[in-house]
């Protein structure tokens, strides 16, 4: 087989070696040099797998693309150049090899989407697809991982890993116990992890999801017992009761803080000696009776916080807007709860937390592709040793050439563009082949410029009519004055009318405003025919 030596990538001790180096630097990681013999090989295969089932042959510049993320890269694509297919290539030949890849999108629909449009290409190849949903449970979900490629939304994949980090417990899943257990009881695969691990990661949007959301945090956390915190929130106001104001501990007013004193270190000690659990930790018992301090001394009612339908609801110090959703943490809600008397709940202990930046740091291999990766190009290599590449389209883009010959107006006079404007407003055979939307869109866009040209060409006209008149009666206000004197007066002769700076500003603007309104027309008139000529068989 083509693929024998790079299937090896996939076997558990693959994952050990760390992330291949990018392009330019040396090759750490065996999979990578034997992958450059079979790549060429498993491009071809699902190229042409694309081309039978979907009736979609990637173009050179999609080969380009699924190349630079074979080889561990971001690359920028236009929008409509073809992304989806360009990831399903790369996935394709990766899965060929044995690898478990994952395509992650920003929402479940594009996942979804994806992974049905790009299906038969893989069945064809032999190859199963699944796709990760909201809502799954886990035996669902671990088939969906079992599968070759496997789509899914980067909040799922993200919050997937981190219960199977939670399953491992802290020795993490290399630890001896956990490789013990799989292997003594077989049966617990049922409760075991949903990923097969991080291999292999093409992120779409990736400027989104690797940028905008990296330092996003993920939480999964769990509630405690509620009759546990009301037992100790009941104690911790017992004892801050019991202690001594100015003796056992000092109230900053100004500061909104309780210190306590050596004294009142030792009173607490002295009345929790014969208690166990969390009074036994000076530490721990310290901070909950200062707490207790804070809420008897600091948190009033009306300031702070409210209660409504027996429940403390919290007030927003800057814009006094309540804030029924949120609490405190560290068991200061459950405290201010014990002083009001209403009912104690659990709070919300964080069991596991990262962020999307750690996460896909993890991955062997990772790479991705986006729309617009210029700005962040430096924050994507600092940060995650991605190369963003450039991909051109397929065909180049006519928009600057259109722009170039525009730009070069007639300077013979406003007449000129005038006469052009006209000719793109007549019905010709470049429309007649344009859907009805477009046709319409185009007839309305030149209707408007028309009507500038036709704005501008009477305000030229206006001013040269009033340029003219100033210059006649400069030259009929002279004449008299020569005929009277009986001979011809020098400042006169030989000198060309002169115009007002007025009017001189007002022709250079109704040129500029005529000359940019003709620009646009002949652009609109040239996307018209480039259109009538592309949908042309």
């Known amino acids: 087989m083509q693929f024998k030596r790079l299937r ?104 979804e989407r994806d992974a049905e449009t790009l299906a038969p290409v893989y069945r064809r190849l032999g190859l199963r697809v699944g796709v990760i949903l909201d809502g799954m449970d886990r035996p669902a979900r671990r088939e969906a991982y079992r599968a070759s490629v496997t789509y899914g939304s980067n909040s799922e994949m993200a919050f997937d890993y981190l219960r ?150 919290i007030v927003d110090e800057y814009t006094g807007h309540l804030q029924p959703d949120r609490s405190w943490s560290d068991g200061l809600h459950q405290l201010v709860q014990a002083a009001e008397a209403v009912e104690i709940t659990g709070q919300n202990l964080a069991v596991a937390r990262m962020t999307y930046q750690r996460l896909y740091r993890r991955y062997v291999h990772l790479c991705g592709m986006t729309g617009t990766a210029r700005e962040v190009s430096g924050e994507l290599r600092a940060v995650y040793g991605l190369v963003t590449e450039r991909v051109p389209p397929r065909k180049p883009s006519r928009l600057p050439r259109l722009r170039a010959s525009a730009s070069v107006a007639p300077r013979s006079g406003v ?18 082949a344009m859907p009805s939307a477009a046709e319409a869109y185009c007839g309305s866009e030149m209707s408007r410029i028309s009507t500038e040209l036709t704005i501008g060409a009477s305000r030229s006209s206006e001013v040269g009519a009033s340029s003219r008149n100033c210059v006649g009666g400069v030259v009929q206000a002279a004449a008299p004055r020569a005929s009277r004197s009986g001979r011809k007066d020098s400042r006169f002769m030989g000198q060309r009318p002169r115009i007002s700076a007025e009017g001189l500003r007002s022709m250079v603007r109704a040129s500029e405003v005529t000359a940019r309104a003709a620009s646009r027309m002949s652009l609109m008139a040239a996307s018209v025919c480039a259109l009538k000529r592309d949908r042309s068989p």
């Open 415 to 432: 007449s000129a563009q005038i006469s052009l404007g006209s000719a793109f407003t007549e019905p010709s055979a470049c429309s007649s």
């Open 8 to 111: 090896s990538a996939a076997k558990p001790g693959a994952g050990a070696c760390a992330p291949p180096p990018r392009r330019g630097g040396g090759s750490s990681c065996g999979w990578r040099r034997a992958a450059r013999h079979s790549i060429a090989a498993g491009i071809a295969l699902a190229r042409e797998a694309s081309a039978r089932e979907i009736g979609l042959r990637q173009y050179r510049c999609q080969i380009r693309g699924a190349l630079a993320m074979l080889d561990g890269r971001l690359i920028e694509m236009d929008t409509g150049e073809g992304k989806t297919i360009t990831a399903g290539l790369a996935a394709a030949t990766a899965a060929l090899a044995g690898i478990p890849v994952h395509v992650i999108t920003v929402n479940n629909y594009l996942a």
């Open 164 to 313: 199977d980090r939670i399953g491992f417990g802290a020795s993490g899943p290399n630890a001896v116990e956990s490789r013990l257990r799989r292997i003594a009881d077989p049966g617990a695969a049922a409760d075991g992890p949903v990923m097969r691990g991080l291999h292999f990661a093409i992120v779409d949007e990736a400027d989104s999801v690797l940028v905008d959301e990296a330092r996003t945090p993920l939480i999964i956390s769990r509630m405690s017992d509620a009759e546990e915190e009301a037992a100790w929130a009941m104690r911790a106001l017992g004892l801050a009761q019991a202690l001594e104001r100015d003796i056992d501990y000092r109230l900053v007013a100004e500061e909104r803080r309780v210190m306590l004193t050596e004294e009142g270190r030792a009173r607490i000690g002295e009345l929790v000696a014969e208690e166990d659990g969390l009074w036994q930790s000076a530490i721990r018992r310290e901070e909950v009776v200062t707490q207790a301090l804070s809420v008897l001394h600091i948190f009033k009612r009306g300031d702070q916080y409210l209660v409504r339908d027996g429940k403390v609801q």
